[in-house]
């Protein structure tokens, strides 16, 4: 996109925002507005504070101290949440209390309780996103199909009844980094409101030769026909363009020698070109009393498509051992693309039977997801020690890498279509029993089918199985007092596994089992959880001992920690946000590592999780007159050592990095600030996959910027 494009749309976006009445100014500053008459699906008409599960809400208002613009961003502020490999810097991958999702596609995050993760959109953008819940613990009874440890959840910004309001903002810093952003609301009579919001984005990177750009728009319609229906619609759009990174490698199992700077891609491939368009429709209707009915229909499209240079990790065909400098890689060019299609309905209300009163919710869902694969390659040829190092390697010197190097990849890797069909129908009942015992009971049963086939000429669907599952959950919610309660909950869960085995199967879903047992304190002064968990899985995938280069169900996995946040509003305009994570997650069986076929032992530790992580946020307050304030504040974020490659001793360091802040607001209407994050430049590496596919952290970033309300 030509720069002049870049302004257009930021000029276009808040163009809309003028539209707003500015005598609305007060709405546009409230980080906590409810969309008129919208209930959360897969909820019912249960508080958040009444969950029996430990729950991380991430506001707009915390998003924004933290000048958070990247979901990725979202582990330096949630507990037991850490990153995990993010595939070449093209999709968002973490872990919740030890446990990830399946490594070959994106964290299974939803947005607004839709699938929101699945397929090949990019690293999430954070301009639409009112709110981030953390669910933690046992909830697979209501989402369903999902990772044991918990979901993520993004609410996103809305149309909004009532009153219009609008915001634009600019930033930039350190890498030639650029951002706009634009938000308007504009209420259209009384029942009747169109919101628009989105950003551009353009940057250079500490990874030399790496520059991406982006462009998301997020509009979105709220009708309100009567008073007790409402019909929503927001569209998704993407386009990000970015080069396909791996990172750096360690020289002999070591980190520090290769400058975290270093690309060892090719800048002639280019960026990977990734698409995404998505639809959310919702009805809500209103039933009498209590009771409200839920109709939602989500469709999204992905697609990403580019070249990309993998290095070699097939010790035989690898030249860096050898040599100590040349580092031999694979080219391949990937155009991949997935359709979801989701659709539910749900009901939800209040019954009293005696003292007890039950919130009730009932649902069913349907999701069918395509996934389109066509990947090809060239590998380096085969080399022995000593020998000469040829085109054939696609070798780049580690130390001064030399640019230029771009076999045409033709071998077929992957040509394949797989259709994943399921249906689930699940119940929830959370009784009050008196005024301090809250008991929830609830299960979901999933149909889950799954075809996969060649792809020659027409898509030939040559293999289909049909798996079914029933995950129940129990919770229990104890108050003590009003402010202090204790919480109990216990669960079962699935997810299924992509792909099939040696005899063209697919494979067997994921088994999980997830206890929690915890506190929770609230008070209009302090908030603050304390929980301990212990969770198990199996049938992970593990290397086929009998047929190389193929899988099969063999591993099984327990996670066992502890977690502690705190969110303080003290007197002094003082605010604290802290969280600490212990996570214990290992290996319970022995097999064979999937990617290397590598021995792993019981105990053996999964890879990326730290066991302690922690973080802390402390800004301060002052009053400038009538209508100005000052906010400074500091943040320091801790994760200890982890596993850089599963079944090895090869380790990333232990990493502590600090943060600053300053904003001015010298108006309710205008507000300025500056962010350093790395505050003390220190060297870190934020994930990994092998040694030779390390992610490495940024050194000191420095953003400026200023935004405007109306």
Known sequence: MKPKCHWLFSASVSLAALIAAPSHAAEAGDDHIVVTAQRQPYRGDVPVKELPQSIQLIDAKLMDKVNLTKLDS??????????????????DSFAIRGFAGDENFPTGILVNGFNGGRGYGGARDASNVETIEVLKGPNGAVFGRGEPGGTINIITKKAKLGSSFGRVGLQGGSFNTYRGEGDANIAIGEKLAVRVNG?????????????????????SVLFQPTDKTTISYELEYVKLRSPFDRGIVA???KLGAVSRSTFLGEPGDGPMRVNVWGHQAQVQQKLGGDWLAILGFGKRNTSMIGYSEDPELASGRQTLASTGTMLARQR???????????????????????????????????????????????????????????????????????????????????????????????????M??????????????????????????????????????????????????????????????????????????????????????????????????LAVFTMTKQNILTFDPLNSGFSITGGSARSTGVEASVDAHLPGMVELHGTYAYTDAHWTSASRDVNFGQTIQPGAKLINIPAHSANLLVTK????????????????????????????????????????????????????????????????YASSYSTLWVAPGAPRTVMARIGYSF
């Open 199 to 219: 950003a551009v984005e353009t940057a250079d990177s500490f990874r030399r030769t790496v520059h991406t750009s982006k462009e998301v728009a997020n509009p």
């Open 74 to 91: 979202i582990t330096e502020i949630a507990s037991g949440v850490v990153r995990q490999n993010n595939f070449g810097g093209l999709w």
């Open 332 to 430: 391949r060019y990937r155009d991949f693309s997935t359709q979801n299609v989701t659709g539910r309905a749900e009901i939800s209300g209040r019954i009293k039977t005696g003292p007890i009163l039950h919130h009730v919710m009932l649902g069913g869902d349907v999701d069918e997801f395509d996934i389109n694969m066509l990947q090809l390659r060239i590998r380096p040829s085969a080399y022995t020690a000593g020998g000469a190092i040829t085109s054939a390697n696609n070798a780049i010197n580690i130390f001064n890498p030399v640019y230029g190097q771009q076999p045409v990849p033709t071998a077929i890797l992957t040509n394949s279509l797989e259709k994943q069909k399921s249906w689930g129908i699940y119940f929830q009942d959370q």
């Open 621 to 684: 307050g002052f009053d400038l007159g009538e209508d100005g304030k000052l906010t400074v504040g500091a943040g320091v974020n801790h994760v200890s050592s982890r596993l850089g490659e599963t079944a090895t001793s090869f380790i990333l360091p232990a990493y502590t990095l600090t943060r600053a802040l300053v904003t001015f607001e010298p108006t309710k209407n205008i507000r300025m600030g500056v962010d350093v994050t790395n505050l003390f430049n220190v060297t870190w």
């Open 432 to 529: 009050d029993v008196g005024e301090k015992l809250k008991l929830r009971f609830g299960g979901r049963f999933d149909h889950f089918n799954q075809q996969i086939g060649a792809r020659v000429g027409e898509f030939n669907l040559t293999t289909n199985v049909v798996k079914e599952r029933f995950s129940p959950t129990v919770g229990l919610l104890y108050d003590l007092n009003p402010r202090l309660g204790l919480f109990a909950a216990w669960g079962n869960g699935f997810r299924p596994n992509s792909g099939q085995d040696v005899r063209g199967n697919p494979f067997a879903p994921e088994n999980s089992k997830s206890y929690e047992l915890g506190t929770r304190y609230t008070s209009k002064v302090i908030s603050g959880s």
């Open 251 to 253: 020289v002999n199992g």
